[in-house]
Nanobody, 114 residues
Framework: VQLVESGGGLVQAGGSLTLSCAAS????????MAWYRQAPGKQRSFIGR????????YDADSAKGRFTISRDTEKKTLYLSMNTLKPEDTAVYYC????????WGQGTQVTVSS
């Protein structure tokens, strides 16, 4: 299974971005999926997850009501919509199944300027 994250970039504080995670096969449809991020000099941290039934759960510290996880099983894609971005959201963002597959994608860089 291959996970390919995309959609990152440079955005000003207060802006929005939507990240995508494309997965091969039926990965998105058959698994609970999650988003993570890794800020410079820090460990990878959990942002939130979406179950196969569509139930979502967010880490209060990371998402703080600004992030939304969704998916399109027909397009085999997971999304992370981020609003009101802050400089501390600068990180490489990753997706993975739950439980995590051992091989992670390359991630997508999000840089928020102040």
């Amino acid at each position: 299974v291959q996970l390919v994250e995309s959609g990152g970039g440079l955005v000003q504080a207060g802006g929005s971005l939507t990240l995508s995670c494309a997965a091969s096969g039926s990965t998105i449809a058959l698994n609970d999926m999650a988003w993570y991020r890794q800020a410079p000099g820090k460990q990878r941290s959990f942002i939130g997850r979406i179950s196969r039934s569509g139930y979502t759960y967010y880490d209060a510290d990371s998402a703080k009501g600004r992030f939304t996880i969704s998916r399109d099983t027909e397009k085999k894609t997971l999304y992370l919509s981020m609003n009101t971005l802050k400089p501390e959201d600068t990180a490489v963002y990753y997706c993975n199944t739950i439980p995590n597959m051992p091989l992670w994608g390359q991630g997508t860089q999000v840089t928020v300027s102040s």
